[in-house]
């Protein structure tokens, strides 16, 4: 493992300090594919950069990334190469071209559905969970402003009454319905897809599985279940649900928003895949980001982190990152089964500016914890009313982060700041399919990045699996459970 005693050893400056000792814009602000990164209200120095770069070489991340890149398994608890990044064709050039294969099939079948082949569809019916649902959400509600091609609702909960309030206002003979799953075995999706079926049937459409498009790495479970081949878009098995939305699971968004706007998401993604993977550490965007994530978990030991989006087209983007985060590097052991001797992914939350201000703002000004702070926010309105809506959002995102460093000293404690409170901004120039595939990929290889050097697998994901099997075991009756769940069982259901 890396030899973290000489950043751990660094000085501590207060960020007042380090603004006092000159420029801080210089080496520490950077523009990429349309978005502008500030680090400067971070604890960042250019010695602690040239730090964590020594540390970074230790750990291998230029291999890591050249072996994610170039296919090979870096998965290696389930074997498998990750290739998220050839769907938008960066990548070793055999799975390019399956990738570009299958977008093709996907932009047919679509073509088709426009042509009606499959009746006047109006409205897009995506059942998922996690990864699969996630992605297209964040498409959808992002770029879904100016008007979508086909009405969508994305559901995820296996709570009736997810699937209930999605289908109150689609009519059953102009709906198609995406079955978004990995394996095709999901039980909260294919209990909700079922449930689907039967709204189609019970309103009297001829072939309700004539409806179904399925999304998959498993085409034969969904040929099992009733989906005629020619409505299967797959995608490979080393595409990671949570790094999905590039392929056939953002047929959704691919449908509301039109193929044009698939394909700018794609090479938006991919001019951040191609800053990721040539440029150097010291202006490499998602190496920066990752050095301060490293910084606040590893030396200042800070266990959560606070992304807060100052445009309600970005809305869902903090539970987006929540699954990208956390699933990815929620880990206890390395890679090698060893375990951790140091905190991993921390917490990450966040919400919508201005809202948080007068609510959760309160204990990241006065809190007795330190949290790390993302900014999100985007030049270019979206709106059409008075500037000064836009006007007073940016101005409140930029303030806050200001008001975070600053502080302020009061003779009534109550009333005072400590300040030196860090945060990041990453303001984009406007907010389209190039810039949104932009800032998804650059959170994807931060993360990788953070799981590099830390040694972990940031690419399996089985502490999802145990709660589930318990499930499964407690309705089949065969799971020996403690007193108290099975009283709540009890108490529940009889």
Do not use: C
């Not at 399996?460 to 065969?478: S, T």
């Amino acid at each position: 493992m890396p030899n973290w005693s000489k950043i751990e050893a660094a000085p501590r400056p207060t960020l007042a300090e380090l603004f006092e000792k000159g420029d801080r814009l210089d080496g520490l602000t950077l523009d990429v594919a349309g978005i502008h990164f500030d680090w400067s209200k971070t604890h960042l120095t250019p010695e602690l950069i040239a730090d964590f770069a020594v540390l970074a070489d230790e750990a291998g991340l230029p291999a890591k990334r050249d072996a994610l890149f170039a296919g090979e398994v870096v998965n290696v608890t389930e074997g498998r190469a990750v290739e998220h990044t050839a769907e938008r064709y960066e990548g070793a050039p055999e799975s390019v071209a399956r990738a570009k294969a299958q977008h093709a099939r996907m932009r047919a079948l679509i073509d088709a559905i426009e042509g009606e082949a499959l009746g006047p569809i109006q409205h897009v019916l995506h059942i998922g969970i996690g990864g699969s649902a996630l992605g297209p959400d964040l498409l959808v509600s992002a770029l879904g402003q100016e008007g979508m091609h086909y009405d969508v609702a994305i559901v995820s909960n296996v709570d009736g009454l997810a699937l209930e309030n999605a289908l109150e206002h689609f009519d059953p003979h102009a709906t198609i319905i995406a079955v978004a799953s990995k394996t095709f075995t999901t039980t909260e999706t294919m209990l909700n897809a079922e449930s689907a079926i039967g709204w189609l049937t019970e309103a009297g459409v001829e072939d309700p599985y004539g409806r179904v498009i399925a999304l998959t790495a498993n085409p034969q479970a969904a040929v099992e279940w009733g989906v005629d081949e020619t409505r299967i878009l797959p995608f490979s098995e080393s595409v990671g649900g949570r790094y999905s939305l590039w392929s056939s699971i953002g047929f959704p968004a691919a449908m509301a928003l039109g193929w044009d706007a698939f394909e700018e998401l794609l090479e938006g993604a991919a001019e951040m895949d191609r800053h990721f993977r040539l440029t150097e550490t010291a202006q490499n965007a998602p190496v920066l980001a990752a050095f301060a994530d490293l910084y606040y978990t590893q030396v200042r030991r800070l266990s959560t982190r606070a992304v807060f989006a100052y445009d309600e087209r970005l809305r869902l983007l903090p539970d987006y990152l929540q699954q990208l985060e956390m699933e990815s590097n929620g880990k206890g052991v390395t890679a090698e089964g060893v375990p951790l001797d140091r905190p991993s992914a921390p917490i990450t939350w966040g919400g919508v500016g201005t809202d948080g201000q007068h609510a959760v703002f309160q204990l990241l000004h006065q809190g007795t914890h330190v949290v790390p702070v993302e900014f999100l926010a985007v030049i270019e309105a979206a709106d059409t009313l008075d500037e000064q809506h836009h006007r007073q959002l940016l101005l409140n995102a930029f303030a806050q982060g200001a008001a975070l460093m600053k502080g302020r000293d009061h003779a009534d404690k109550a009333r005072a700041y400590p300040g030196d409170r860090p945060s990041s901004t990453l303001l984009l120039d406007t907010l389209d399919p190039r810039t949104l595939g932009a800032l998804i990929a650059f959170y994807e290889h931060r993360t990788f990045v953070n799981a590099a050097i830390l040694g972990i697998n940031a690419f399996d994901q089985f502490g999802v699996e145990l709660g589930k099997e318990m499930a499964r075991a407690a309705d089949a009756g065969d799971q020996d459970l403690d007193a108290s769940t099975e009283a709540l069982i009890q108490r529940a259901l009889g």
